[in-house]
Every structure is written in C-alpha cells, then in structure tokens.
C-alpha cells in the first residue's frame, strides 16, 4: 500500500461531494464503496472493512480509513 494510491482513492473520494467532510457515515460509505449501506453496518459489526468509530448507534468513517480499505483490496 503505498501513499500515492492512497492519496488518489482521497482524491477520488473528495470529487465524490465529501471534500468538505471530515468523517463519513455508513450511507457516505456504502456510496463510495457502491454496496448497500446494510452491508457496511455488517461489516462493522463484524469488524471486516474499512476501521471505523462506533458513536452511539452509529458508525464514523475517515477519508483516509476508506482510502487505505480500497488500496488494500
């Protein structure tokens, strides 16, 4: 995984229309990633994808968690 390739997936997510977003919730996600965001929430009770926060109910999301769970896969 190199930095180059993170930096693009960040990019990538920024041209998306979360430039201005620090953290991402689990319908940001499963938008970026294109699953549904029942699969994400899944994932994070599993704790399989991208490493996220659990605050409240709910689960938060750096650009930078998502950038590396793409250049890894």
Not at 42 to 70: H, N, Q
Request: with cysteine; net charge positive; aromatic share 8%.
């Amino acid at each position: 995984m190199t930095q180059d390739l993170i930096d693009k997936y960040i990019s990538d997510i920024n041209e998306l229309g979360f430039e201005k977003s620090l953290t991402l919730d689990s319908h940001d996600v499963a938008k970026i990633l294109k699953v549904k965001a029942r699969t994400v929430v899944s994932w994070a009770k599993e704790s399989i994808g991208p490493r996220c926060k659990r605050v409240g109910k709910s689960y938060i999301y750096t650009k930078r968690d998502i950038a590396e769970f793409l250049a890894q896969n």
